[in-house]
T-cell receptor, first 113, second 112 residues
Framework: DAGITQSPRHKVTETGTPVTLRCHQTENHRYMYWYRQDPGHGLRLIHYSYGVKDTDKGEVSDGYSVSRSKTEDFLLTLESATSSQTSVYFC????????????FGPGTRLTVL | GQNIDQPTEMTATEGAIVQINCTYQTSGFNGLFWYQQHAGEAPTFLSYNVLDGLEEKGRFSSFLSRSKGYSYLLLKELQMKDSASYLCAVTLHGDSNYQLIWGAGTKLIIKP
């Protein structure tokens, strides 16, 4: 298994506050992804990165930004949290792009009150 | 548009066999993943099919028919630990960086 950690694992915050989630990997994988998972929906891609400082939007990127200043870290920021962003957030990594296996972190459960 | 369909929930008996289906309507299909996700945990890789046919890995097998837009995951000799959600995901070519579409998952409940 890829060494992928996420922090924090649980967070409760209030509407309007900024929140940053961190993903850290020790596998030197080029690709990193942020997903959200909600009941009744498949995993939905928020943003992804294909290298240091190279990022792109996914299907549900509004209200989120990302940064990747080094290979091992990928940060997801909710600029002003809303209740609709209450979800479980998963980070994933992969050696190559969409045809390569993705390895997932343990997830962060975020509640926005 | 791109669409993937899976049954929401299935129930099976310990020791039996279950087949979880996944149908897709996509453009630029390349291959299909199956992942397993236990409640409260991260998804983990099970299989990746690119060519038509059946691939077997121990108790788990995955089948793909590209012409029918159809795949299934077959689980044999079911064990209680197989209770989990099973996620189908399709990879699409035409984008050098990324194209992966996920189904909503099938929750499999195993009863004694």
């Amino acid at each position: 298994d890829a060494g992928i950690t996420q922090s924090p694992r649980h967070k409760v915050t209030e509407t309007g506050t900024p929140v940053t989630l961190r993903c850290h990997q020790t596998e030197n994988h080029r690709y990193m992804y942020w997903y959200r998972q909600d009941p009744g929906h498949g995993l939905r891609l928020i943003h992804y990165s294909y290298g240091v400082k190279d990022t792109d939007k996914g299907e549900v990127s509004d209200g989120y930004s990302v940064s990747r200043s080094k290979t091992e870290d990928f940060l997801l920021t909710l600029e002003s949290a809303t209740s609709s962003q209450t979800s479980v957030y998963f980070c994933a990594t992969g050696l190559a792009g969409g045809t390569d296996t993705q390895y997932f972190g343990p997830g962060t459960r975020l509640t926005v009150l | 548009g791109q669409n993937i369909d899976q049954p929401t929930e299935m129930t099976a008996t310990e020791g039996a066999i279950v087949q979880i289906n996944c149908t897709y309507q996509t453009s630029g299909f390349n291959g299909l993943f199956w992942y397993q996700q236990h409640a409260g945990e991260a998804p983990t890789f099970l299989s990746y099919n690119v060519l038509d046919g059946l691939e077997e890995k121990g108790r788990f097998s995955s089948f793909l028919s590209r012409s029918k837009g159809y795949s299934y995951l077959l689980l044999k000799e079911l064990q209680m630990k197989d209770s989990a959600s099973y996620l189908c995901a399709v990879t699409l070519h035409g984008d050098s960086n990324y194209q992966l579409i996920w189904g909503a998952g099938t929750k499999l409940i195993i009863k004694p």
